[in-house]
C-alpha cells in the first residue's frame, strides 16, 4: 500500500513539474519579438505551433498517426521509389465497404400532364422574351397548378421527349433564394433525372434523358422545350470563325 | 388543365432504396449527355480505337466528362439565355445577385459594339450537377464587342442558390488574370472545361455534354488566343456549345482563368480562339468590383493571408520555398518533420512618413505531416502532392510599428527538391494597415469630418499645414492671404477593405484663420483683433463628389500632415484616420 502511495506522488510530482516547465518557459512569441532580423525555420528558435486557424484537421489526425516523414531523396526517379515504397497500400485493392441496410419506400404513382405543345403559345410567349429564333414546335403550355402537389415520393411520366416518355420521381422538395421552390427528379434507379424549379412566374427544368438534355422555360403558362444541339445550333454560325482575328 | 388523381400503391415495393433515391449517382447522370473537341490520337489513346462506336465515344468522354467535374472546375457551368446555350463561369455572388462571366455573342444586347449595359434578356445558371444557381431578367455588361478580342460579357442574375461543393461547402470565387504580360502562359498546358459538341477531326460530330480537355496557345493575335491541339500535350479544342467557357493555367498553385472561348475553326481546323482575359480586368472590376484576381488573392492584409493552393500539383516531387532578393527569409533548404512556421522580414513603405520600414511575418508550407516550414522540402506518406503556401501578418510580431498603411511587394522562390529545373519567383503584395490610436487626432468618415484643436493657441504668432509622407496637396508652400472660403484639396492613399487595393481618395482640407474665415491648409494669416487661441484649427473632410472615380467600397488609411509655425521654428506631424464607406 506504501508503495503504491509513493508511486501516486511521484506521477504526481511529474505532472505537477512538466506543467510549472511549461508555464515558465518563456512563450516563443516573446523571444521573436527579440529578434534582430528573422529566423529561418532551421534555426533551434523555431518556434512550434499548431496549424493555424483553419488550417487542415486531417493534416493534424495524420500526423498523429505517427512518423511518416518520407526519407530523404534528391531525385525524381528515387522520390518515385520511395513514394511506391511508403504507399504499399496503393497497389492493393482496397477493401469492399460494408452494404448498408436498405430501406424501402413507398412511391405514390401520380397521374398528370406537366405540359403539352401548343404551336400557339409562341405568339404569347413572345410578350415574355427577346428574340425567340426557336419554331413554334418546341412552344408548350405549361400547367403550373400541377407543381402545386408535387412533393417527395411522387412517380409520374414527363410529357414525351424525342418522341420517348420518361418516368421520374421526386427525391427532393427544396425552397430557394426568390422565394424558388425546386425538385430534384430521379429515375426507378434514383439517378438523376434532372430537375424543376419555379421562380415567380417562371418554370425552369432541365431534364437529362436518353435522347438528350433538355430544357424547359415557361413564363405565365407558356413556355418552350428544347434540346442542347438545338439551342446551341443558333450559336454555331456566329461561332465558327471564318477568317482570323484582325 | 385538371389535377389528376393521386393513386397511392403501398404494395408498389421496389428494390429502389431511400439511399439510390437520396444519392443518385451525378455520374451517371453526366454519363447521359455528352463539349470539347479532341485530336484523333488523342481518341485512340482514351478509347483505344478510332471509332464513332457508341462504346468508344463513351469510353473516350467519359474519362473527360468525369475529369470536367473536378472540384477546380466547380465554377463552371451552363448558361441559357434567351434561347441560347452556352458555357459560363461563376465569378462570385453578392447579396441577392449572382455574376457569371461568358463569351459576347452568347447574350444579347442592344449596343454590343460599345462598352454598354443591356437589361432584360431572361437567362438561367446552372453548376455542372445541373443545379439551378441563378435565373431571371439579366443584366449584361459589354467591354464592346467587335472580335475575339473582346468577345466577353458579365452577366448578372438574381442568386437562387449559391454554387457548393461535394462537402457542402461555398465554391471559393475563381482566380482571374490581370497581369498584362502573357508570356508566362505561351506554350504552358491549358486546360478546358466546358458543354458542347464532342467530336474529333477524322470523326466529327460524336455527341454532346461536358468535358475536359488540355489544350497550348502557341499565338495571342492582339488579345485573342489561339489554342492548337497539335501535340500530345495540347490536344483539345473548343467546339460549338464551349463559347464562354473560361480557359485555364495553373500557375503557383493557383488555376487562374485566363481566356473566354470565342471561336473554333471547324473539326478539321482543331483549332479554338479565346478572349483573353487579362485586358479586360479593369472593366471586370468595374462591373464586379469584387472579383477575384491574381494580384487580389496574391496582397496580404493585416487580416487575410495569402494561401496558394498544392504548388506541387504540377511538380515532380517536393517544392520548398526561399526567400526572394528583397525578403529577409530562408536561403538553405532543409528535410525535417515539419513543425513551426518560417519568419519572413519585409521591407514597406509607411506611405504616413513614405519611409521603408521593416515588417515581420510568417509563412508556412503544407505536406500531408501538416504545415511547417517553408524550406523543408520533406513531404510525407501519400506523396508530395500539396507543398501550399500561407503567407500572413501577426500584430503582435510587429508591436513596435507605428499606425499607417504598409506597402510593398516581396518575392518567394519556389525551388524543386527532386526536379531541380523547377524553379518559379512568386510575387507578393502587401497591403497591411496597422491600427492603433495613440496620438491619433482624429478620423475622417462619409459622414463625419475631424478638427484638431487650434494650434495657433500653443505657439507665438500662427501656424499653417503641409502634407507630408506620401499625402499629396494641391496647395504649395507657405502663403499669407485673405482669400477666405477656399480649402486645400488632399490626395490620401487608402485601401480597400474588400478588394485589398490601393486607391487614393480625396479630402478638403482647410484651416481657420479667424472666427469667420476658413483659408486654405498652407495658409498662415491670422486677422487683427482676434484673440490669439480662437484660430488656427484645421478641418478634414470627405466629399463624394470630389471623388466621382472612387469605386464604391470601405477605404481605410492613416496619413500625416505637418504642423508648422510661420514665426516660429514650431514643428509638429499630425496624424490622421480616414475611414470611408462610399456606397454603403
Known sequence: MKRRLIGGALVIAVVIAAYLSLRVSPSPLEGAVEMAVPKTARSPGTVQVSPPSGGDQDEVAVRDAGPMMAPRSDTIEAYLRDVEAMNPELAVPSSPLPQEKEEVVVLYDLDLTLWRASAAAKSVFANYALNVQLDESHFVEFDESTLDILEPGQRFSLPPLNGLSQSVIVKTQESLRQDAINWDLVDDRGVSVGSITRIGDAVEGIFFVSGGTYHLRAVNGVGWVADDATLTAFLENEAKASELPQ | ?584
Not at chain 2, 476658413?518 to 498662415?524: D, E, G, L
Request: charged content about 20%.
Open chain 2, 1 to 584: 388543365m385538371e389535377i389528376h388523381n393521386i393513386h397511392r400503391n403501398p404494395r408498389w415495393l421496389t428494390g429502389l432504396t431511400l439511399k439510390t433515391l437520396l444519392f443518385g449517382t451525378l455520374i451517371s447522370t453526366a454519363s447521359t449527355s455528352l463539349a470539347i473537341g479532341i485530336t484523333d490520337e488523342k481518341f485512340t489513346d482514351l478509347a483505344g480505337e478510332l471509332s464513332a462506336d457508341e462504346t468508344a465515344v463513351n469510353l473516350a468522354y467519359g474519362q473527360l466528362n468525369e475529369a470536367s467535374l473536378a472540384s477546380h472546375f466547380n465554377p463552371v457551368g451552363m448558361l441559357l439565355a434567351g434561347n441560347l446555350r452556352c458555357t459560363a463561369t461563376w465569378l462570385g455572388s453578392e447579396e441577392d445577385s449572382a455574376y457569371i462571366v461568358t463569351a459576347a455573342h452568347c447574350v444579347y444586347g442592344d449596343n454590343k459594339s460599345e462598352e454598354s449595359r443591356y437589361i432584360g434578356e431572361r437567362a438561367t445558371f446552372r453548376t455542372g450537377d445541373g443545379r439551378i444557381l441563378a435565373h431571371g431578367i439579366a443584366t449584361t455588361n459589354f467591354a464592346g464587342y467587335t472580335q475575339c478580342s473582346n468577345d466577353i460579357a458579365v452577366v448578372e442574375l438574381p442568386l437562387i442558390a449559391n454554387p457548393i461543393d461535394s462537402n457542402g461547402q461555398l465554391v471559393p470565387k475563381p482566380v482571374f488574370a490581370d497581369q498584362p504580360e502573357f508570356t508566362g502562359f505561351q506554350y504552358q498546358p491549358m486546360t478546358l472545361a466546358g458543354y458542347g459538341y464532342w467530336g474529333t477531326p477524322t470523326l466529327g460530330n460524336l455527341g454532346w455534354g461536358r468535358a475536359f480537355g488540355q489544350g497550348g496557345i502557341p499565338l495571342d493575335f492582339g488579345g485573342c488566343l489561339l489554342n492548337q491541339a497539335d501535340s500530345e500535350e495540347a490536344w483539345a479544342f473548343g467546339a460549338p456549345g464551349d463559347s464562354g467557357s473560361a480557359s485555364w493555367h495553373w500557375r503557383d498553385g493557383q488555376f487562374i482563368a485566363t481566356g473566354i472561348a470565342s471561336r473554333w475553326l471547324g473539326w478539321a481546323g482543331r483549332s479554338s480562339l479565346h478572349t483573353r482575359i487579362a485586358p479586360h480586368h479593369q472593366w471586370l472590376k468595374r462591373v464586379y468590383p469584387q472579383i477575384n484576381t491574381v494580384t487580389r488573392s496574391r496582397t496580404l492584409t493585416e487580416s487575410s493571408p495569402i494561401e496558394l493552393g498544392s504548388v506541387e500539383r504540377s511538380v515532380k516531387g517536393s517544392v520548398y520555398y526561399n526567400a526572394g532578393d528583397n525578403t529577409l527569409g530562408p536561403r538553405d533548404s532543409q528535410w525535417d518533420y515539419p513543425s513551426g512556421f518560417t519568419y519572413l522580414g519585409v521591407y514597406l513603405t509607411d506611405q504616413s512618413e513614405r519611409t521603408s520600414r521593416l515588417v515581420i511575418l510568417r509563412a508556412q508550407r503544407l505536406t500531408h505531416c501538416g504545415w511547417g516550414e517553408i524550406n523543408n522540402g520533406v513531404y510525407c506518406r501519400g506523396g508530395a502532392n500539396k507543398g501550399d503556401l500561407k503567407v500572413w501578418f501577426e500584430h503582435e510580431d510587429n508591436a513596435g510599428l507605428v499606425p499607417g498603411l504598409y506597402q510593398g511587394t516581396f518575392t518567394l522562390e519556389a525551388k524543386g527538391w527532386h526536379d531541380e529545373s523547377y524553379q518559379s519567383s512568386i510575387a507578393l503584395k502587401a497591403n497591411i494597415l496597422v491600427e492603433g490610436n495613440r496620438g491619433i487626432e482624429g478620423t475622417v468618415t462619409e459622414t463625419k469630418a475631424t478638427r484638431t484643436i487650434p494650434y495657433d493657441s500653443t505657439v507665438r504668432g500662427t501656424i499653417y499645414y503641409q502634407a507630408h509622407g506620401s499625402t499629396k496637396s494641391d496647395t504649395g508652400g507657405p502663403v499669407w492671404n485673405g482669400e477666405g472660403g477656399r480649402w486645400s484639396t488632399l490626395d490620401v492613399l487608402v485601401r480597400n477593405r474588400d478588394t485589398k487595393e490601393a486607391h487614393s481618395v480625396k479630402l478638403r482640407a482647410s484651416r481657420l484663420a479667424s472666427g469667420c474665415m476658413w483659408v486654405t491648409m498652407n495658409n498662415a494669416v491670422s486677422c487683427q483683433g482676434d484673440e490669439q487661441g480662437s484660430y488656427g484649427q484645421l478641418d478634414i473632410s470627405y466629399h463624394e463628389s470630389d471623388n466621382p472615380d472612387l469605386p464604391d467600397g470601405r477605404y481605410e488609411s492613416y496619413f500625416n500632415l505637418k504642423a508648422i509655425g510661420w514665426h516660429t521654428n514650431f514643428h509638429k506631424v499630425l496624424t490622421f484616420r480616414v475611414d470611408v464607406n462610399k456606397g454603403g
